[in-house]
């Protein structure tokens, strides 16, 4: 006599049920690990734009309080200004001997400063314009690899008591695993004033 064994085989029914509740999960499990990882990014861009704002602050104020400010720069040119109003994107501090300079760069090797007719560029996501400080013995970067600057302007009003006013936008560097929307999302307005209590005008 012989036993004939019954052979279970899934019809094509259950395998398409079965891939779509299997693609159904994965689909699920990926979103939830796609926002996770924004969500992290995010979370360290703020925290590096934060420490950013802080370090670039505490140096130029301190740089003030010590040194003074001798002059503002407009781009590449030699003005001098003394009345109210007009901005500038470089900063000096200190005597022609032992003077410091504050500026925006695109230049990671020499650290030169942007041209005037360059200087929209740090407008554009591709390029990531950071702030440098040139002390004469040195150009040192005052921002790292995680931001970019836009806009940096300095201000001086004089009044009864004069202002220093600090004006920037950081945002996030260019990286490949950053995306567009997360760098335009995550841009940071910042403006400080530092008053002549703190700073004493030449």
Partial sequence: MKILKNNIWFTLVEIIVAITIFMI????????????????????INRQIQENIKNLTED?????????????????????????????????TG??????????SLDDKNYSIIPKSDIWKCLELKNN??????????ATRLTNSWVAIENLQFEILWEKIKRLIITFTMRPATKKWINANLIKNSKVYFQTTLSERFIKMK
Avoid at 77 to 88: I, L, R
Avoid at 95 to 104: A, I, R
Wanted: with cysteine.
């Fill in 25 to 44: 999960v994965m689909v699920s499990v990926l979103q939830i690990f796609w926002i996770s990882v924004n969500i992290t990014n995010k979370v360290d």
């Fill in 60 to 92: 130029i104020s301190e740089n003030i309080r010590k040194n003074k400010i001798s002059w503002l720069k407009n781009e590449i040119t030699d003005n001098y200004k003394t009345d109210s109003k007009t901005k500038w994107v470089i900063l000096k």
């Fill in 95 to 104: 005597t022609w001997v032992l003077e410091n300079k504050y500026y925006l």
């Fill in 129 to 138: 314009c950071f702030l440098v400080k040139d002390d004469w013995i040195r």
